[in-house]
């Protein structure tokens, strides 16, 4: 497989379940990050990891919880969710964290009962 | 704070039709501006990234071009393939961390 990859595509979750998103980059990069993008809205970036360290929370409510256990994976782990997290999130990676551009998975299209 | 605007929000051409899409943006001081395309159940295509003013990129029908305050994305004699929600984000020196996007231009190419 190339470039990056997310899994699984659709989740349709009750508020109080736990599940997680993963994302697997295939591009040998460094960084990797979590976007929610929201119909008629910009894309939101929640979290930056460079080199597995966490370098960026864009004050993420804590309900959202990212894992980043090598520079391949990252995942979100989910729980307690609000009707409006539904949303399609979105993984990118980049070569570093110095300009390059970032390269986007096809998401997880995610709905809350 | 950094922002993007683009506009129009939505453009509906004929297949031949050439037209542009704009996107103005305020930052502190650019590092870079990206174009992206995104068809509707996809994530973000890369498309261009440019650093300085007066500097264009090309690819197939597309063109993207940087002033100052904006870019434009120059579509010339589009194709219906050419449909889809193109986005813009910019990104500022000394946050390489953060792209900060445009709400997009939903572009409609009509065979």
């Known amino acids: 497989e190339t470039g990056v990859t997310q899994t699984p595509r659709h989740l349709v979750m009750g508020m109080t379940n736990k599940k997680s998103l993963k994302c697997e980059q295939h591009?040998?990069?460094?960084?990797m990050y979590w976007y929610k993008q929201s119909a008629k809205k910009p894309l939101e970036l929640m979290f930056v990891y460079s080199l597995e360290e966490r370098v960026e929370n864009n004050s993420v409510p804590s309900r959202f919880s990212p894992e980043c256990p090598n520079s391949s994976h990252l995942f979100l782990h989910l729980h307690t969710l609000q009707p409006e997290d539904s949303a399609l999130y979105l993984c990118a990676s980049s070569q570093d964290l110095r300009g390059e551009p970032q390269h986007f998975g096809d998401g997880t299209r995610l709905s809350i009962l | 704070e950094d922002q993007v605007t683009q506009s129009p929000e939505a453009l509906r051409l004929q297949e031949g039709e050439s037209s542009s899409l704009n996107c103005s943006y305020t930052?502190?001081?650019?590092?870079?501006l990206f174009w992206y395309r995104q068809d509707p159940g996809k994530g973000p295509e890369f498309l261009f990234t440019l650093y300085s003013a007066g500097e264009e990129k090309e690819k197939e029908r597309l063109k993207a071009t940087l002033t100052k305050k904006e870019s434009f994305l120059h579509i010339t004699a589009p194709k219906p393939e050419d449909s889809a929600t193109y986005l813009c984000?910019?990104?500022?020196?000394?946050?390489?961390?953060?792209?900060?996007f445009g709400s997009g231009t939903q572009l409609t190419v009509l065979p």
């Open positions: 930052v502190s001081g650019l590092r870079g």
């Open positions: 591009l040998g990069h460094n960084a």
């Open positions: 984000a910019v990104q500022a020196i000394g946050s390489a961390r953060q792209l900060t």
